[in-house]
Structure formats: C-alpha cells, structure tokens
C-alpha cells in the first residue's frame, strides 16, 4: 500500500500535528452531518461557521489551518481520534492520508478491544438496560441506563465524564445526549414552525418535540453554577499541602499515595514531599498525566509522556462520612422544580424522583 500512496509514510508525529491533536481533544466539537462513511460535516463549539472533513490519500477539511498548512488540521484529528477513537500514538493517527484498506481498519475498529468494539458497536446497543419514566408519553420508549464509556453521537465526548445535562430519544432507540449538543443538532436542522419533532442523530426516529427540547434546555440553564464560569485553570477546592494556598491555580500536582495531598507548581518545582510519585494536570476537567519521579532526570515540573499518551487512572479520593453528613439535604415533594425537564444528577446524569433524598454540594450542584 505504501508504495502507491500520494504522501510519504510517516513514523512519528510532527510537532504541527502533536498540537491539533491537543486541540481536539480539548475542544468541543459538533458532528452535524455524515457523508457517507468518510465524510463529515462539523462545527466547533462558540463558532457560527461549519467545515466539512473527508478522510482518504489525503485528509481534506475545508478550514483555513488545513488550506494554508496542509497538514492534518484539529478537525480530521478530532474525527480520527474522537470519532474512530484512534490512540493519538497509533500511526495512522498523524498520517497525511489513509489508502482504502487502512481506513477499513479505522471504520471496523480494527486498532480497538474486541470489548471496546462491542461497546461502540450500535448493533449491540438493544442489550444495553433501560430505565422507566414516570409519565412516559403512549408510544414512546424507555430511556437506557448510561453505561461506562458510552459517548454523546454528536460531541463524541463520554457522557458520565463530562456530567453534561442528557436528553434521551423517546420514540426511538433510547439512547442518551448532550440537551446542548441537541440544541445544536436541531438549529442545524433549520426546524420550520410547522414541524414539531427533532430527529434523533442516532436512529433517524423522532426524538422528541421541539417543544419539550426548548423546555429542557431553558431548565437545564439553571444547573450550571458559577463555579463552572470560573477559569478552567483554577482548580476549585483544592488546597496546597505545602504554601496553603487555595484553589491550586495552573498546574496541580496530587500525590498518588497519600490521599488529598496536592501542591501548587512552585511548591512541586521545590521538591516538597519527595518520597511518593506524583500526576499532574493543568486544567481541572483533564486527565491526570504521570510526572517523573527521578528529578535528575527532569523537573518535576514536566510531564512525562510515554507511549500511552501518560494519561494515567487516578482515584478519587473518598468523601469522609462526616463531610457527606454535613451536607444539606432535601427530599423531592411534588411541584419541585427538580421534577421540571432537563433537571437531574449532575453525577449520575439520572432524572431525580418524587420522595428522593437529594443533597447540595458546596458549588450548589444537587446530587
């Protein structure tokens, strides 16, 4: 294959390329429109205008990055990587283009887990649990449980790890998405006043009235709370160990041992608390990354990154009992307005119930 391709092989990612993949996987992005199995119309979050990507020998988008670099732009490394789910190391994520037998690869999901496969396969969505509804419509479906890993078909982001407010499609297949997401899926639709429905991107089968999706997304408006306005970089409630200070601004650095311990980058940059390993993060909604733990090396102030991209699982640190007891809590009564639309669990993402117990956290999310 590689000797009839239009550009040369590449055996490792440019520099150029390394930071449109950073920039895809740190920005929402919207898949309106499909075109075929290869092309794909697509909208950034905040922008008014659209720019369509064809994978082949070469990549196209219609953005002004690609035109001028002719390089794989933010956009094609967002349908590789978010879409395909491509690991941003594996070789065909950073190729000038793909010949025909290397994107049956990426479209059967060859690079992935049999068990990664199965879970992002749509034929078997129908073993996948629903849920009921209280005051389900006659004709309509049961909604399905989130499951672990399971994406929003518009922003391609997962829907559990970004804690979005979800709608689910009601006359359908049940699945769950992004109400915003949604919103942007409908105005892309140019819905007329005379048409009452939205198609659901998933299945093609009504999704819900327009109507009920304004409703849900005047609601949902209401669940966001000022801390999520704040600067990404701050990262809220979380204390130095060493100078106090509070919240960790920039990159934050946790011990992977000891349990709420974190320094500021100067701290860390100092050397304080030397004997445990440490992650980092800059943004506080990102992954953690590994930091080396041999400071001859490198500063700790670096970010190792191994093949694996350095994004490594860390746990959450446990809520004390005597934390969780001091929280305030109410139990849902009828006329609530947390039985309004769009309300739910910013956590579990599940719609809260008559007679449930609900608590408020210190940012004033009900969980």
Request: hydrophobic share 30%; proline share 7%.
């Amino acid at each position: 294959d590689r000797m009839f391709r239009k550009n040369a092989w590449r055996n490792t990612v440019s520099d150029a390329v390394s930071f449109h993949q950073d920039q895809a996987l740190n920005t929402t992005i919207f898949l309106l429109k499909s075109y075929g199995p290869t092309g794909f119309l697509l909208r950034e979050d905040g922008e008014a205008r659209n720019f369509k990507v064809c994978l082949g020998d070469p990549h196209t988008c219609t953005c002004p990055v690609f035109t001028k670099e002719q390089e794989p732009c933010k956009h094609i490394c967002w349908v590789l990587l978010r879409k395909f789910r491509l690991p941003r190391e594996h070789e065909y994520s950073f190729q000038h283009g793909l010949v025909e037998r290397q994107i049956l690869e990426v479209l059967h999901g060859l690079h992935q887990t049999k068990a990664h496969r199965m879970e992002n396969d749509p034929s078997t969505a129908s073993s996948t649990p629903s849920q009921p509804v209280m005051g389900q419509e006659a004709g309509s479906v049961c909604r399905k449980v989130i499951q672990a890993q399971d994406m929003c078909p518009i922003c391609q982001e997962e829907l559990l790890e970004k804690k979005q407010p979800v709608s689910y499609c009601r006359f359908g297949c049940g699945n769950n998405v992004h109400i915003s997401c949604m919103k942007v899926w409908a105005d892309h639709q140019r819905l007329s006043g005379r048409e009452e429905t939205v198609k659901c991107p998933l299945c093609r089968e009504d999704f819900s009235s327009l109507k009920l999706l304004q409703e849900q997304v005047k609601n949902t408006a209401k669940l966001f709370t000022a801390a999520e306005r704040e600067k990404p970089d701050r990262h809220l409630g979380v204390l130095c160990h060493s100078c106090r200070v509070c919240p960790v601004t920039g990159k934050c650095f946790k011990c992977m041992v000891c349990s709420y311990f974190y320094l500021c980058e100067d701290c860390s940059t100092k050397g304080r608390h030397p004997h445990h390993p440490f992650a980092s993060r800059t943004k506080r909604r990102e992954k953690w990354h590994l930091v080396p733990e041999d400071p001859s090396d490198e500063p700790r102030g670096a970010t190792f990154q191994p093949a694996n991209d350095s994004i490594i699982p860390v746990a959450a640190d446990p809520l004390p009992k005597n934390v969780l007891g001091c929280l305030p809590m109410v139990r849902v009564k009828s006329g609530s307005r947390l039985l309004d639309e769009g309300q739910q669990c910013r956590i579990c993402l599940q719609d809260f119930s008559l007679g449930q117990r609900v608590r408020t956290l210190p940012c004033h999310h009900k969980v």
